[in-house]
């Protein structure tokens, strides 16, 4: 059974560029949340995606966007790269209707330069 | 809003020995999940234990067990036996009832485990 997939692993974007990471949950779950992890820090709440909605947004300005698919993946946009936007970038998938834990993925390191 | 605090940066244990790492949270919220997660190097957030607010009783997971305090607000995680794999970054996290809610996470504590 596999669990929450997140590509790339690694990746290096220049100020001012776009960038897109990709999730793809555990089978069975339909709900997608997405979450920033700076260095030595907890993670972050960005947003969270069910029936390829955004039903819950954290405290991020507008250059995140994030989109859902039929196939409950997901991908997060991020506009105008800062270089404080670097930081490990965790996806997590659930069932909307259980209150059960969530499922990580490995992360996205993304370094802005 | 809610809060989670970890106050112990890091701390260290023996191989075998017991350790207890410590959270608090604040919420004026009565339906409310409790968790432990633990993050080695590779990144990947894992489930060590989760808490329900309503249950009493505190969670044991073979090694792992809490000392979940309600009224003072308060979820220690207890390792026994320590083993060199239990070297990671602990998170305590917390999350409202109701469907799909988000993580708040702590800001973690590092366990070393030592020979």
């Known amino acids: 059974d596999a669990g929450v997939t997140q590509s790339p692993t690694h990746l290096i974007k220049t100020r001012g560029q776009q960038v897109t990471l990709r999730c793809s949950p555990k089978?069975?779950?339909?709900?997608v949340s997405w979450y920033q992890q700076a260095l030595g820090q907890g993670p972050q709440f960005i947003f969270q995606?069910?029936?390829?909605?955004?039903?819950q947004r954290g405290n991020f300005p507008d250059r995140f966007s994030g989109h859902q698919f039929p196939n409950y993946s997901s991908e997060l946009n991020v506009n105008a790269l800062l270089l404080g936007d670097s930081a490990l970038y965790l996806c997590?998938?659930?069932?909307?209707?259980?209150?059960?834990?969530?499922?990580f993925g490995s992360g996205t390191r993304l370094t802005v330069v | 809003a809610q809060t989670v605090t970890q106050s112990q940066p890091e701390m260290s244990v023996q191989e075998a020995e017991t350790v207890t790492l410590s959270c608090t949270y604040d919420?004026?919220?009565?339906?409310?999940?409790l968790f432990w997660y633990k993050q080695p190097p590779s990144r990947q957030m894992i489930l060590v234990i989760r808490?329900?607010?309503?249950?009493?009783q505190n969670a044991t997971e073979n090694r792992f067990s809490v000392n979940f305090q309600k009224a003072a607000k308060s979820f220690s995680l207890k390792i026994s036996d320590s083993q060199l794999g239990d070297a990671a970054m602990y998170f305590c996290?917390?999350?409202?009832?109701?469907?799909?809610?988000?993580?708040?996470f702590g800001t973690g504590t590092r366990l070393q485990v030592t020979l």
């Open positions: 996290a917390y999350r409202s009832g109701g469907t799909a809610s988000k993580l708040t």
């Open positions: 919420t004026s919220e009565s339906d409310y999940y």
């Open positions: 089978s069975g779950h339909d709900t």
């Open positions: 808490q329900e607010a309503y249950k009493q």
């Open positions: 997590a998938s659930s069932l909307f209707n259980n209150m059960g834990g969530y499922t």
């Open positions: 995606y069910y029936e390829e909605e955004e039903r």
